[in-house]
């Protein structure tokens, strides 16, 4: 296998974290939840072997794509094949109890349920370190098998989560998943399995469910086969003293896991800062002091950067304090004519435009390089969640996923533009639709639209 030196990439991978940078992967941006549960639902009706999931939240009133039912069907199905379904499921502790509405979190309801479907499924239930969460969102297909895959992204089981690109209204989420195949989805199995045999519940009565769920897994011992050009790295935020068992992947290096991981901030500066021409991020949340740094050096050096937030166009962030408030170091880079902060709106039922939630957590760098993940960029993602993201450097893909986000978010075909003409173009239609839309003009050129440019 080889380890790529970071020395050999424009925008450099970390040297440290669990897993190593690996060449020969395939790479498939699946932007939006219908596209991405069809495929993934696809891959668990075609498993020969194994379905292995990890799960922040899941709405009972989830359902997946093309008439598959609640994700627990699709699951049931799988089991009913003999297929070795494995889920670790979040359980919130006191501090974050306000979550348990929307989690699959053990009470005595949801064991009910389980009895009820007789499931078939084996289930840990896993605690983050207080306040804080298990937020990892991961599908692994055939773990083991030559052709296994693997699903990371930000996309939780919730109804707003199912719409297709370019179809979102009223209430809908806009989110990512990557599909992967090659070297790297061994990083992604051994992380399940580091999870699954350390689970905090799993000793607990009340703490595992299913015939064999107590019974640990081994951990990955070789790599698969090399299947496309992209140099990846999978990353993680991990709470130091959650974990203890730090032994190497296949042909990585141990790891002191008990002092916990926090990669996915290292590459995040590591990327910002290495930046040359453009920066194009889509996240629920900026506002760790080293990363909006890390944006005011990447502007200074005239890098072409967006942002794309959760915005509302009737001017929310204008006046609510405490959205502001939490925004004031992204507002005042409005002084730079290269920046945009940016929301996007579809069209709701009454014909005005209503926000549309962005729930994804990706970073675009150079048409180069990007990683999408569950990793959001404030303190609890960066510094305390249990989080996973897929880094990756490959310019074809990164191209291409490039022009499917900004053909959705801006009606225009950019493919034929490079990196910093697209998000030009980006911030010339968005604000033309921020004009619109205050003349009261709702007919928009796709859903982008420009969220605050001054202090």
Same mark, same amino acid.
């Given at each position: ?6 020395? /050999? ?54 359902? $997946? ?5 609640? &994700? ?37 309801? #949801? ?18 370190? &207080? ?55 061994? *990083? ?14 799993? =000793?607990?009565? *009340? ?18 086969? !090399? ?10 935020? $991990?709470? /130091? ?48 002091? @080293? ?7 990447? =502007? ?26 939490? =925004?004031?170091?992204?507002? @005042? ?7 945009? =902060?940016?929301?996007?709106?579809? $069209?709701?039922? *009454? ?22 993940? /569950?990793?959001?960029? #404030? ?24 022009? !499917? ?13 490079? *990196? ?36």
């Amino acid at each position: 296998m080889d380890i790529v030196p970071v020395a /050999s990439i424009a925008i450099p991978f970390i040297q440290s974290g669990s897993y190593p940078t690996r060449c020969g992967n395939l790479v498939r941006p699946l932007i939006d939840g219908e596209p991405a549960f069809r495929r993934i639902c696809e891959l668990i009706e075609a498993a020969r072997r194994s379905v292995w999931v990890t799960v922040t939240f899941m709405w009972q009133a989830c359902e $997946m794509p093309d008439g598959r039912g609640t &994700p627990f069907d699709v699951l049931d199905r799988a089991a009913a094949r003999g297929i070795d379904v494995r889920i670790i499921f979040w359980r919130p502790d006191e501090e974050t109890a306000w979550l348990r509405h929307n989690a699959f979190w053990g009470s005595a309801t #949801h064991i009910e349920l389980l009895n009820r479907r007789r499931s078939g499924v084996k289930i840990r239930w896993d605690r983050a370190n &207080p306040g804080f969460c298990q937020h990892q969102k991961s599908w692994l297909i055939d773990a083991g098998a030559a052709d296994e895959r693997a699903f990371v992204g930000g996309i939780n089981l919730n109804p707003h989560s199912m719409v297709a690109p370019g179809h979102r209204g009223e209430g809908h989420n806009h989110d990512v998943y990557l599909e992967l195949a090659g070297p790297s989805v061994v *990083d992604v199995h051994h992380n399940f399995v580091q999870r699954w045999n350390e689970a905090s519940e799993r =000793l607990a009565e *009340d703490g595992r469910w299913g015939m064999g769920c107590e019974l640990n897994l081994q951990l990955p011992n070789h790599v698969p086969a !090399e299947c496309g050009p992209a140099v990846v790295q999978i990353q993680r935020t $991990m709470h /130091s003293g959650r974990y203890a068992d730090g032994r190497a992947t296949p042909e990585g290096a141990p790891y002191d896991i008990a002092s916990g991981e926090r990669s996915n901030f290292e590459q995040y500066c590591a990327a910002i800062l290495a930046a040359r021409r453009s920066i194009y991020i889509e996240n629920q949340q900026i506002d760790v002091p @080293e990363i909006v740094d890390c944006l005011h050096r990447a =502007l200074m050096r005239g890098v072409d950067v967006v942002l794309l937030v959760p915005s509302d166009p009737d001017g929310a962030l204008r006046i609510q304090p405490e959205r502001r408030a939490s =925004l004031k170091p992204l507002v @005042e880079f409005g002084i730079f004519d290269n920046f945009m =902060l940016a929301g996007i709106a579809g $069209m709701g039922v *009454d014909g005005r435009r209503k926000s549309v939630y962005v729930h994804s957590k990706l970073m675009l760098v150079d048409d180069e390089w990007a990683t999408v993940g /569950s990793c959001n960029l #404030h303190r609890f993602s960066l510094f305390g969640n249990g989080e996973m993201n897929v880094a990756f450097s490959d310019s074809s893909t990164v191209h291409a996923f490039r022009c !499917e986000l900004l053909q959705e978010h801006l009606d225009q075909d950019t493919f034929g533009m490079d *990196d910093r003409s697209a998000l030009r173009l980006f911030r010339k239609i968005a604000r033309q639709n921020r004009r619109k839309f205050e003349a009261g003009d709702h007919a928009w050129q796709g859903l982008a639209f420009e969220s605050v440019t001054r202090a």
